[in-house]
């Protein structure tokens, strides 16, 4: 049975995206086949198809935070059955027997695991393709149950954005009292500020655009600060027990270390590499505070956030967007314009 699947890819680095049929493997005994509803749009998409990474293959079908409904399951599937509803995050595969495995935590399998899209497949070596497409088949172990009657459309930011945020509050053991800052209003920042409020924090948003200041407020920030005034930044010293950093390119951390508290933490899970300027160890060796990093989340910790979105009704605020309309989109993301998810509705590709 040869899967004949619908999407769009990059096929070449910074141009637009384009309409691509591809063919999917057929699915093996443990993988569960997903109609894809709806696909969020990461910025990690963009830097990925522009190769900021430089690890591009071509074409890429992006797209990590996907929902659907399972139409087959493999012979050996136990967690589903068709019809039911089903999401799909930033990893379809791991080692499964490495440390990191063995903790739940497949986002650092020391054999590194296999990404959504972009990647390459561990057992059959054919290219991974994501969620900007009609169908996608996956191994059951790494798909999570979905809600029932959670919003479709909020939830599918969840995938990557909700636990990509999740992940730091739970591991720095942010609840009730806990006073944490966010950097950034885009896609994680708004995630951010609403998981985090909703454990109990206090939260405060570092942000360089004054016109997000209301929604901010309204996602359940306390306290907006304006990053680009010196005398707000000033006056935040000594604050927070936990900041999470969701810029995307390079930019100064120095700013920000004085407003961690004593032992407080800086967690950077947006911009990947080298920084400039260099960081200032005074301030971090005064106040034992540190600087970390932090990617996605394991797969029972991204079924633990779906589980308390469901509770709580927390889902993204979203745009939703046919998928002709996502270079569009992309060129609004770039210029921190997007509030605070565009989600394709993938009905669009038919
Ligand atoms: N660690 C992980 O596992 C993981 C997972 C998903 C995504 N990511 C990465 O996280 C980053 C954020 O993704 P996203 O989808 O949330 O992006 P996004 O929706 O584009 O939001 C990023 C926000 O950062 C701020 N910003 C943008 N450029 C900036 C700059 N040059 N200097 C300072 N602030 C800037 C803007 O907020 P203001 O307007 O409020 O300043 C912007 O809205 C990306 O790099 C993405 O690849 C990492
Ligand atoms: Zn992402
Ligand atoms: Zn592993």
Same mark, same amino acid.
């Given at each position: 049975m040869v899967m004949n699947v619908k999407g769009y890819a990059a &096929? %070449? *680095?910074k141009e637009d995206l384009v309409p691509h049929s591809f063919v999917r493997r057929d699915p093996r005994e443990d993988d569960v086949v997903i109609d894809i509803l709806y696909s969020g749009v990461c910025h990690s998409d963009i830097h990925n198809a522009y190769n900021d990474w430089g690890s591009a293959k071509y074409p890429m079908v992006p797209g990590h935070e996907i929902i659907g409904r399972v139409v087959h399951v493999g012979? @050996? *599937? =136990?967690k589903f059955a068709v019809g039911d509803l089903a999401g799909v995050g930033c990893m379809v595969d791991s080692c499964q027997h490495c440390s990191a495995c063995k903790q739940g935590?497949?986002?650092?399998c020391e054999e590194g695991n296999t990404l959504t899209y972009n990647d390459i497949d561990r057992h059959d070596g054919l290219p991974t393709f994501g969620g900007y497409s009609d169908k996608i088949v996956v191994t059951e172990k790494f798909v999570v149950k979905v809600p029932e009657g959670i919003d479709l459309r909020g939830a599918a930011p969840l995938l990557c954005a909700g636990i990509t945020t999740w992940s730091p509050l739970r591991h720095w053991q942010v609840g009730e009292g806990s006073k944490v800052a966010v950097v950034g209003l885009g896609g994680l920042g708004h995630m951010a500020i609403k998981l985090a409020n909703a454990l109990g924090a206090e939260v405060t948003l570092f942000t360089r655009s004054p016109g997000k200041e209301a929604d901010a407020r309204r996602l359940g920030a306390s306290h907006v600060v304006l990053s680009t005034d010196p005398e707000q930044m000033k006056a935040a %010293?000594?604050?927070?027990d936990l900041i999470i950093d969701t810029v995307p390119y390079v930019h100064d951390l120095n700013p920000y270390i004085? =407003? &961690? %508290? &004593?032992s407080g933490t800086l967690v950077l899970v947006g911009y990947l590499g080298a920084l400039d300027p260099f960081l200032n160890t005074v301030p971090l060796i005064l106040g034992r505070k540190s600087v970390a990093g932090s990617v996605i989340g394991g797969i029972a910790e991204t079924q633990e956030m779906l589980d308390f979105c469901g509770q709580h009704g927390i889902t993204a605020d979203v745009e939703v967007i046919n998928i002709q309309d996502i270079n569009n989109a992309w060129q609004r993301m770039l210029k @921190?314009? *997007?509030?605070y998810r565009f989600v394709i509705d993938i009905a669009s590709l038919k």
């Amino acid at each position: 049975m040869v899967m004949n699947v619908k999407g769009y890819a990059a &096929l %070449a *680095v910074k141009e637009d995206l384009v309409p691509h049929s591809f063919v999917r493997r057929d699915p093996r005994e443990d993988d569960v086949v997903i109609d894809i509803l709806y696909s969020g749009v990461c910025h990690s998409d963009i830097h990925n198809a522009y190769n900021d990474w430089g690890s591009a293959k071509y074409p890429m079908v992006p797209g990590h935070e996907i929902i659907g409904r399972v139409v087959h399951v493999g012979k @050996s *599937v =136990t967690k589903f059955a068709v019809g039911d509803l089903a999401g799909v995050g930033c990893m379809v595969d791991s080692c499964q027997h490495c440390s990191a495995c063995k903790q739940g935590l497949e986002q650092y399998c020391e054999e590194g695991n296999t990404l959504t899209y972009n990647d390459i497949d561990r057992h059959d070596g054919l290219p991974t393709f994501g969620g900007y497409s009609d169908k996608i088949v996956v191994t059951e172990k790494f798909v999570v149950k979905v809600p029932e009657g959670i919003d479709l459309r909020g939830a599918a930011p969840l995938l990557c954005a909700g636990i990509t945020t999740w992940s730091p509050l739970r591991h720095w053991q942010v609840g009730e009292g806990s006073k944490v800052a966010v950097v950034g209003l885009g896609g994680l920042g708004h995630m951010a500020i609403k998981l985090a409020n909703a454990l109990g924090a206090e939260v405060t948003l570092f942000t360089r655009s004054p016109g997000k200041e209301a929604d901010a407020r309204r996602l359940g920030a306390s306290h907006v600060v304006l990053s680009t005034d010196p005398e707000q930044m000033k006056a935040a %010293a000594n604050q927070f027990d936990l900041i999470i950093d969701t810029v995307p390119y390079v930019h100064d951390l120095n700013p920000y270390i004085p =407003t &961690l %508290a &004593l032992s407080g933490t800086l967690v950077l899970v947006g911009y990947l590499g080298a920084l400039d300027p260099f960081l200032n160890t005074v301030p971090l060796i005064l106040g034992r505070k540190s600087v970390a990093g932090s990617v996605i989340g394991g797969i029972a910790e991204t079924q633990e956030m779906l589980d308390f979105c469901g509770q709580h009704g927390i889902t993204a605020d979203v745009e939703v967007i046919n998928i002709q309309d996502i270079n569009n989109a992309w060129q609004r993301m770039l210029k @921190s314009d *997007v509030k605070y998810r565009f989600v394709i509705d993938i009905a669009s590709l038919k």
